[in-house]
DNA sequence: CACCAGGCAAGTA
DNA sequence: TACTTGCATGGT
C-alpha cells in the first residue's frame, strides 16, 4: 500500500465526501456518457443525454434504429456530435455482434477480455473504456483522465513521460482494489480538478491538497 | 477575444 | 515511435 495515495484519498474523502459516480439512470447512459463526455464539459453532455431521452434513443435498439443524421441532431450539445454519432453506432455494432445487444453478457466476460475488445472499437480508447468497465459494468479498473495526471504532475508522483498504462498501474498496484475504492477515487480526483488544478491556473489556494506538494 | 472541458483517430516524419 | 491536427459545442 502506497502511503501517499492512501493519504490524499483520505484527505479527499473527508473534505468532498462520498461523488456516488456515474451520474446516469441506466449501465447503457453510462455507456453512451462516456463516449459523449470525451473532451467535453459534463454539462454539455447531460444536455445530449437529455434529448437522446426525449426521442427515446437511449437504449441499445434506439440507438441501432436511428439514422446516424437524427443521433448526430440529438447529441449536439456534446460537440463532436458528427464523430461521437459514429462512435456511437460503433458501440452498438460491437455490442450487438459480440453479445447480442446485452449489456448482461457483456457483463459475465473477463473484464480484461472485454477491454481489449472495448479498445478494438473505433471511437473507444482506454480512458472510455474503462469508465465503461469501472462505472457502467463495476469492473476493478482504475480510470485514468487529463485530471488524474495533471494532479499526480503537480505531486509529482509521476514523470511527464509517464503513459495511461503506468498512471492505471501504480494506483492498481498501490492501493486496495475494490471496484468502491477506484469508483470514489477517480470521481474525487475529477471534483479536485474541477475546482483547483485547471490547465494553466494551478488554484493552489484553498486546495485541500495544498500541503501535500 | 482566448481558453477550457471527465479523448480519440488519422496523418506525417 | 513521437508529434500534430481535426473534430465542435457551450461556459467563463
Redesign the pocket.
Known sequence: MNKRLTRIYRKLYAVFGPQC???ADTPFE?MV??IL?????????E?AVANLKKEKLLSPRGLLRAPLSKI?RSI??????????G?LKEFLGFLCKSYQGSIKKMASQDHWQLRRQL?A?????????D?ILL?SLSKPVFVV???TR?ILLRHRLIKK?AG?QDIQNLFMENIKNRVKLFNEYH?LL?RL??EF?????PRCRGCPLEDER
Do not use: M
Not at 463526455?37 to 453532455?45: I, K, S
Not at 488544478?197 to 491556473?201: A, E
Open positions: 459516480w456515474w451520474p453510462v456518457g462516456a463526455t470525451q473532451n467535453t464539459n459534463w454539462g454539455n453532455v444536455k448526430a449536439r450539445p456534446s460537440g463532436y456530435y458528427n464523430i461521437k454519432a462512435r479498445l472499437v473505433k471511437g473507444i480508447g482506454e480512458e472510455t473504456a469508465s462505472y483522465d487529463a485530471y495533471r513521460e495511461y470521481a475529477v480538478g474541477k488544478c485547471f490547465k494553466n491556473n
